[in-house]
């Protein structure tokens, strides 16, 4: 479980280069450069697969699964991109990222799971450390007219809690299959831009390394490592330390100029950190053989 979580970790890590290189991607429209991404992202399943020694077992997919992979990926994105349209993008972007606390909240009715107070601690600490994050110690102002917006951003956290929780009911169905979701989510977001945006092509080699770097890391491997976390791994801390990717985004920024440091960055690397190890607790901080007692308590 531990190896399995560490692969859901590396993840979170990726997801942290999110920001950065989409910045870097130039103007390309979001479906347009999901579209482009995830394409991307099919290849590094495929290529994968082709170098792969240990060959797979047949294994029957229901139908459910492409529902929930399907609907997990381009659900996600479609909702999020909808909420930036129709909501500020600090206010949308906190609540979308309510997933981690509902991934935790959510664990206590998965088979095998059980929800202690400090998985709900430490995911209530990575909320405020993201919240800091998130409004730049700015205030909020949820406003009536985008409404629509943020119920469109609730939508997001709902779809990708989900999914991270159903993903772990079917752990029997292989990581693989991560490949056809990117792909379907391809499709279905060049069908979106060729409805409502206009191309725009990246327009220097810098910016389409930008677009190669997304489909590859965050857009690409990090949803096969996300897949292999929360099946194998442990899901509440995977859920609590997701909180970790805001910040981590952060100091990436920092770290390359495009943002600047400030007490608010060092506050919610605290509560961040101290939230995640909270949640980690049995099995990191105290050792394998408090987790077992715990667990037959």
Not at 37 to 64: M, N
Not at 96 to 124: Q, T
Not at 130 to 147: D, M
Not at 182 to 203: N, R
């Amino acid at each position: 479980m531990a190896r399995a979580t560490l692969i859901g970790f590396s993840a979170i890590a990726m997801w942290a280069m999110l920001a950065l290189l989409t910045d870097a991607s130039g103007k390309v429209p979001p479906f347009q450069l999901s579209a482009m991404t995830f394409a991307i992202g099919t290849a590094v399943g495929l290529l994968a697969r082709a170098i792969s020694r240990k060959p797979e077992k047949p294994v029957r997919i229901p139908p459910v699964v492409w529902l929930i992979g399907i609907g997990g990926l381009f659900g996600y994105h479609f909702f999020y991109f909808t909420a930036l349209r129709n909501a500020p993008a600090v206010e949308a972007s906190l609540i979308a990222y309510l997933w981690p606390l509902l991934i935790v909240l959510g664990s206590a009715v998965m088979p095998g799971e059980r929800l202690r107070w400090y998985h709900v601690a430490g995911a209530l600490m990575g909320l405020a450390g993201t919240a800091l994050i998130v409004t730049r110690g700015g205030g909020l102002s949820f406003e009536p007219r985008y409404a629509f917006g943020y119920a469109m951003a609730a939508a997001c956290a709902l779809l990708w809690s989900s999914y991270s929780l159903l993903s772990r009911r079917f752990a029997e169905v292989p990581t693989s299959i991560v490949t056809w979701f990117c792909a379907a989510t391809s499709i279905l977001s060049l069908v979106c831009h060729l409805a409502i945006e206009e191309t725009v092509l990246p327009a220097s080699a810098g910016e389409w390394l930008a677009v190669l770097a997304l489909g590859l890391l965050p857009v690409g491997a990090a949803f096969y490592a996300w897949d292999f976390g929360v099946k194998r791994g442990n899901i509440q801390v995977l859920g609590a330390a997701s909180y970790a990717a805001p910040l981590l985004s952060t100091l990436v920024l920092i770290a390359t100029g495009f943002a600047e440091p400030s007490w608010n960055v060092i506050a919610a690397c605290v509560l961040i950190t101290v939230g995640a190890l909270l949640a980690a607790r049995p099995k990191f901080l105290f050792g394998s053989s408090v987790a077992q007692n715990q667990a037959a308590a």
